[in-house]
């Protein structure tokens, strides 16, 4: 296990975020040990705005035994596929690729969210295409000293949230996938990437706010004239009104304050996780 003071900057798709006591555990034992204070379970940061201030609690990664995992060879075309369980450190897009090379379908709504398996668990990562919930057979958590089992319906997965026990962290899980031809999964890929074409290619951290029902929070600050106003480094992306960016050393305080100003003026309801303290 590796304990270091790093900036979460480095660690968020965003790239901001102050300091923290970092923990990248490596086995069941470092889990047990890393989780005997407060702490904080970090993904790839890629749906996160952490304060310039850092956090006081232990940020905990999930590497060694919980960053492995595949999804296995399928034993046949006309069943569905079980893959063996797989580590909450992978990185939803190297999943999407493999399933891609093995001719098994069910990831394909996933493609381009750059999640760790255990963070798109955490948020239901998905698309209008499908979510991760719709392929999920088994999720492993660590929760209270102890591993269990638990059966997704358990979850409270619902539109990019979840309802895991306080402190729970996703450790490993289990996917239910269906052999499929390589040009259906293809389609389906490029169909999905089409969807995503309008969206910024700088840093952010995904959409900043959720869909209301039956609306598109990315066309509402559009429509209000948001996209391209600043505070700071941080910008509504001119490309696609749901996307903070960070032009280039932007700071949490600013993405904070663009934040707050599209919440006051428009009342969307946030996406992203917020840790630590803001001015
Ligand atoms: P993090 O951002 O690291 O953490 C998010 C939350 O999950 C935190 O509360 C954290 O504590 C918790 N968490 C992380 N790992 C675990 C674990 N192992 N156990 C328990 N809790 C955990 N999202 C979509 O749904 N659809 C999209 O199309 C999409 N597109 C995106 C495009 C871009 C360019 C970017 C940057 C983001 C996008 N996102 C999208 C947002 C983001 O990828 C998802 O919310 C994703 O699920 C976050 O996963 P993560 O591993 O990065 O989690
Ligand atoms: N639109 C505008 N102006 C904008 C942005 C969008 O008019 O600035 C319009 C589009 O033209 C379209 C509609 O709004 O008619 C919807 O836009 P889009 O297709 O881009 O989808 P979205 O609802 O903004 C959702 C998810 C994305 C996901 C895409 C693709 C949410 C909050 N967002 O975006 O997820 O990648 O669909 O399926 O649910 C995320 O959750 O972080 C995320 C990026």
Same mark, same amino acid.
């Given at each position: 296990?590796?304990?270091?003071?790093?900036?979460?900057?480095?660690?968020?798709?965003?790239?901001?975020?102050?300091?923290?006591?970092?923990?990248?555990?490596?086995?069941?034992?470092?889990?047990?040990?890393?989780?005997?204070?407060?702490?904080?379970?970090?993904?790839?940061?890629?749906?996160?705005?952490?304060?310039?201030?850092?956090?006081?609690?232990?940020?905990?990664?999930?590497?060694?035994?919980?960053?492995?995992?595949?999804?296995?060879?399928?034993?046949?075309?006309?069943?569905?596929?079980?893959?063996?369980?797989?580590?909450?450190?992978?990185?939803?897009?190297?999943?999407?690729?493999?399933?891609?090379?093995?001719?098994?379908?069910?990831?394909?709504? /996933?493609?381009?969210?750059?999640?760790?398996?255990?963070?798109?668990?955490?948020?239901?990562?998905g698309?209008?295409f499908?979510?991760?919930?719709?392929?999920?057979?088994?999720?492993?958590?660590?929760?209270?000293?102890a591993?269990?089992? /638990?059966?997704?319906?358990?979850?409270?997965?619902?539109?990019?949230?979840?309802?895991?026990?306080?402190?729970?962290?996703?450790t490993?899980?289990? /996917?239910?996938?269906?052999?499929?031809?390589?040009?259906?999964?293809?389609?389906?890929?490029?169909?999905?990437?089409?969807?995503?074409?309008?969206?910024?290619?700088?840093?952010?951290?995904?959409?900043?706010?959720?869909?209301?029902?039956?609306?598109?929070?990315?066309?509402?600050?559009?429509?209000?004239?948001?996209?391209?106003?600043r505070?700071?480094?941080?910008?509504?992306?001119?490309?696609?009104?749901?996307?903070?960016v960070?032009?280039?050393?932007?700071?949490?305080?600013?993405?904070?304050?663009?934040?707050?100003?599209?919440?006051?003026?428009?009342?969307?309801?946030?996406?992203?996780?917020?840790?630590?303290?803001?001015?």
């Amino acid at each position: 296990m590796k304990v270091e003071r790093r900036n979460l900057a480095e660690f968020t798709t965003l790239a901001v975020g102050g300091p923290a006591e970092v923990w990248t555990v490596e086995t069941p034992r470092d889990l047990v040990q890393a989780t005997a204070a407060p702490y904080r379970v970090l993904g790839n940061g890629s749906n996160l705005l952490v304060s310039d201030r850092g956090v006081p609690e232990r940020v905990l990664r999930l590497g060694g035994v919980f960053a492995q995992g595949s999804l296995g060879r399928p034993r046949s075309e006309d069943a569905p596929h079980l893959s063996p369980w797989i580590g909450a450190g992978v990185l939803l897009p190297t999943l999407v690729q493999e399933a891609a090379r093995l001719g098994l379908s069910g990831l394909e709504p /996933l493609l381009g969210i750059p999640a760790s398996v255990g963070g798109a668990v955490r948020m239901n990562a998905g698309t209008r295409f499908g979510e991760i919930a719709d392929v999920l057979e088994a999720v492993e958590l660590f929760h209270e000293g102890a591993f269990r089992v /638990l059966d997704p319906s358990e979850l409270g997965l619902g539109y990019r949230t979840s309802r895991l026990p306080g402190g729970a962290i996703v450790t490993r899980v289990r /996917l239910r996938l269906t052999p499929a031809p390589a040009a259906t999964i293809e389609a389906r890929m490029a169909e999905v990437d089409a969807a995503r074409k309008g969206q910024p290619k700088r840093k952010s951290a995904g959409c900043a706010f959720k869909n209301p029902p039956g609306d598109s929070a990315g066309r509402i600050i559009d429509r209000a004239g948001f996209k391209g106003h600043r505070v700071g480094a941080a910008m509504v992306s001119p490309e696609h009104g749901n996307f903070i960016v960070n032009t280039g050393g932007a700071r949490a305080e600013d993405v904070w304050a663009l934040v707050k100003r599209l919440q006051e003026e428009l009342g969307l309801e946030l996406e992203w996780e917020v840790w630590g303290e803001f001015p």
